[in-house]
């Protein structure tokens, strides 16, 4: 009769609040559910400590060691447990008739527009009071007026799935005016209409951006024309080991790599994209910055990877994504400065969680006023990327002429984009 529906998951507090929170999934397994999971998770703005990866290709058992990140807001475990819960396939229908799950309808996206008046961090401000709403952001428009105030457009769904109620629409505008208070003008949402363009639309970078961006191979040098702090530069760099030997029916890789946020998602990301199954892996607890993961794979035929290109190019996707599954660049726009972010989408079309979150942090941080925001999809013959686009604002405080100034944002970005 499969198991109860409430032990699929199970959270677990630790005794101490330094004491990470055990994330337990027992259900049917589903291709890319490991992907699935780690995406939630970093969208609550958790850190997998440690986890347990497992299954026989009909059932899996997964189990998470998470604490939350420094710059995550105040995290809702209820509401983490109903999104986890949703990406589980069905007990009684999928494991014990063999039915594989409908695919579900992608959610319904909606127009936010926010007036409000312009100034240092509010856009942050906003960006965080979405995540608490748990409010996903496809894409931002910002645009200043001269009157010194802003339109905001955000394209968001809703992780909880209520928008087609009037009473969850009202209760998010209410919410988002009362939270800024006399900074916000006025809040309106509606249905995401063609007159606004599709809320995925794509860019055209200009091709020097483009190429710095995308078509450099960075296995092996350094990060664009702004490099890290000294003490990231020098950190080591990914090493896998792969191994055929050890079981009859896996392959396995052993890797070394630096921690990081999303190190899971991403690992399990390019598992998922590749049509990789993780039948078992283990990710340890990070030691003075470094983590050692055990992976053993299968093919979708359920046989181990003996070709040795399909490992190489397995192993050379894995080696980029740990050392930059993120790419951070400054660029002159005419007179004005722009950062760029970019992260690879899932081939399902879905973007990094809390890049924008992270970003607007940092900014707001530092002092550094954004002018405009948007982001765009770029497609390279590779793959598919999201693109955040930041123009940034002249201060005295950052003179973006200088060339210090441009390598410390674009260091403190990075550093909050990975948790460093």
Request: charged fraction near 25%; hydrophobic fraction near 35%.
């Amino acid at each position: 009769m499969g198991i109860p529906w409430d032990d699929v998951v199970v959270i677990q507090h630790g005794k101490d609040d330094n004491d990470p929170t055990v994330v337990t999934v027992n259900c049917p397994d589903k291709a890319g559910l490991g992907c699935d999971l780690c995406r939630i998770t970093l969208e609550f703005g958790l850190h997998i400590t440690r986890a347990d990866i497992s299954t026989d290709g009909r059932w899996c058992y997964n189990i998470f060691w998470v604490i939350p990140n420094r710059t995550s807001v105040e995290v809702d475990w209820e509401r983490l447990k109903n999104r986890l819960l949703s990406v589980c396939p069905s007990c009684l229908f999928s494991y014990h008739l063999n039915l594989q799950p409908a695919t579900p309808s992608p959610p319904l996206v909606y127009l936010l527009k926010v007036w409000c008046v312009d100034q240092k961090g509010l856009l942050h401000d906003i960006t965080e009071i979405l995540c608490n709403l748990q409010l996903l952001i496809q894409k931002v428009k910002v645009m200043p007026t001269p009157d010194g105030r802003a339109l905001d457009l955000f394209f968001i769904t809703d992780g909880m799935e209520l928008f087609h109620t009037k009473q969850r629409r009202d209760y998010v505008c209410g919410y988002l005016i009362d939270a800024l208070g006399e900074s916000c003008i006025s809040s309106e949402l509606q249905l995401a209409g063609p007159e606004y363009g599709h809320p995925q639309g794509f860019s055209s970078l200009p091709p020097p951006f483009a190429e710095e961006l995308f078509t450099s191979e960075l296995l092996g040098k350094k990060v664009s024309m702004h490099p890290l702090s000294q003490d990231m530069t020098t950190l080591k760099k990914p090493t896998i080991v792969v191994d055929d030997s050890l079981s009859p029916s896996h392959t396995l890789l052993q890797i070394q790599c630096v921690d990081q946020k999303g190190l899971c998602y991403d690992i399990m990301r390019i598992s998922k994209d590749s049509d990789i199954q993780v039948a078992y892996g283990r990710f340890s607890s990070s030691v003075k910055g470094f983590r050692t993961i055990d992976l053993f794979l299968q093919q979708s035929d359920g046989k181990k990877i003996t070709d040795r290109e399909t490992q190489k190019t397995l192993c050379s996707s894995l080696k980029e994504e740990m050392l930059h599954p993120l790419r951070v660049i400054i660029v002159n726009r005419g007179p004005d400065t722009e950062l760029l972010v970019a992260n690879p989408v899932e081939l399902c079309g879905r973007g990094r969680p809390r890049v924008f979150y992270d970003v607007t942090l940092a900014l707001k941080g530092m002092g550094v006023f954004i002018f405009s925001a948007e982001v765009v999809r770029h497609s390279t013959q590779e793959r598919q990327w999201e693109v955040y686009r930041f123009l940034l604002d002249e201060s005295r405080d950052f003179p973006l002429t200088s060339s210090k100034a441009r390598s410390q944002i674009v260091d403190k970005v990075r550093r909050t984009l990975m948790g460093w």
